[in-house]
């Protein structure tokens, strides 16, 4: 019903930034809160940011709170993920997901996205 679609990742040194974005498509007429969730070698996927249909309701994992920012655009079917001060223990697998409210519970998402790689280097 929803098809979402990571961009964004790649390679950058520690302490700089990287916008990861997220496009759905589909059934995108429904209201929907968005996460992301990311899972690092040798780490079970945890919950990073996450945000509400409204835009109004944020949280964060404690890792990244001061240095993540969710964001979104429901015109543009888009949410994104400002990282700014990246650490090397930021690098993972990260995961778009859309779910029927904001929560860091991963089972409560719905639809995900099929990842994009974020590496951050010493």
């Known amino acids: 019903q929803v098809q979402l679609a990571e961009s964004g990742g790649g390679l950058v040194q520690a302490g700089g930034s990287l916008r990861l974005s997220c496009a759905a498509s589909?059934?995108?007429?429904?209201?929907?809160?968005m996460g992301w969730f990311r899972q690092g070698p040798g780490k079970e996927r945890e919950f990073v940011a996450t945000?509400?249909?409204?835009?109004?309701?944020?949280y964060y994992a404690d890792s990244v709170k001061g240095r993540f920012t969710i964001s979104r655009d429901n015109a543009k079917n888009t949410v994104w993920l400002q990282m700014n001060s990246l650490k090397p223990e930021d690098t993972a697998v990260y995961y778009c997901?859309?779910?029927?409210?904001?929560?860091?519970?991963?089972?409560?998402?719905?639809?995900w996205g099929q990842g994009t790689q974020v590496t951050v280097s010493s």
């Open positions: 997901a859309a779910g029927p409210w904001p929560t860091g519970g991963q089972r409560v998402y719905n639809y």
């Open positions: 589909g059934r995108t007429r429904d209201s929907y809160a």
């Open positions: 945000i509400s249909w409204s835009g109004d309701t944020t």
